[in-house]
C-alpha cells in the first residue's frame, strides 16, 4: 500500500457535522482546518449554489478535485472537511485515501432531516421532498463512503466530546 498522508479527511453526508467537528477536532488536535467548499468559494470567488447554477455539477466537481490536489501538496497535517458528493467521483477515492485518515460520519436519516430542514444553500436538496433527496442521494452515496472510510463514527445522539474522542482514539498513530 502506498505511503498516506497525515491529514484526517472528514466524509459524509451534508449534515452530518464534518465543519463543525472537523474544527473541533482540529483546535483539539492543534491543527488546521480546511474546507474543501470553503476553499472553492475564495479561489472561485463564487458560492457553490453559484457554481451550481451558472456552470453547472460537473463544473464544480471539476473544481473539488483541483483543491484536493492542492491539499495532497501541504506539508503541514490538517483536518479536512470535504462536500457530500466529493468521494463520489472515482478519481477523488485515491486522492483522499493519499492524504490521510478518512472518517465517514455516519448520520441516519432522521437526524439529517432536522440538521437540514431549514437549509436553502444546498442544490441538491432544492425541490421536493427533504427525506425522500436525503434517502435518494445516501442510498447512492453510502456504499461509497464506507469503502472509501478508514474509520466509521456514528454521529446520532452523541455529544460532540464523545465523537472527539472516538475520531482521536481511531486516528492516533
Known sequence: MEKKGEHI?????M????????KKLARR????FVDTDEMVESQTGQTISDIFARKGEAYFRSLE???LRQLG????????????GLPMQAENRPLLKELGTVIFLETGVETLVQ??????????????????????LMNEREAVYRR???VCVSTDNRSYGSILEEMIS????
Not at 479527511?9 to 453526508?13: A, D, K, T
Not at 449534515?15 to 472537523?22: F, Q, V, W
Not at 437540514?116 to 421536493?128: C, E, F, I, S
Request: charged fraction near 35%; proline fraction near 2%.
Open 73 to 84: 501538496q501541504r506539508e503541514k497535517r490538517c483536518v479536512v472537511a470535504v462536500g457530500g
Open 65 to 67: 478535485t483541483d483543491m
Open 15 to 22: 449534515g452530518a457535522g464534518k465543519t463543525t467537528l472537523g
Open 115 to 136: 440538521r437540514l430542514k431549514n437549509d436553502t444553500k444546498r442544490p441538491k436538496l432544492q425541490g421536493g421532498d427533504l427525506r425522500e433527496r436525503i434517502v435518494t
Open 148 to 150: 472509501v472510510a478508514d
Open 170 to 173: 481511531k486516528t492516533e498513530k
Open 29 to 32: 488536535l492543534e491543527l488546521e
Open 9 to 13: 479527511i472528514l466524509i459524509g453526508f
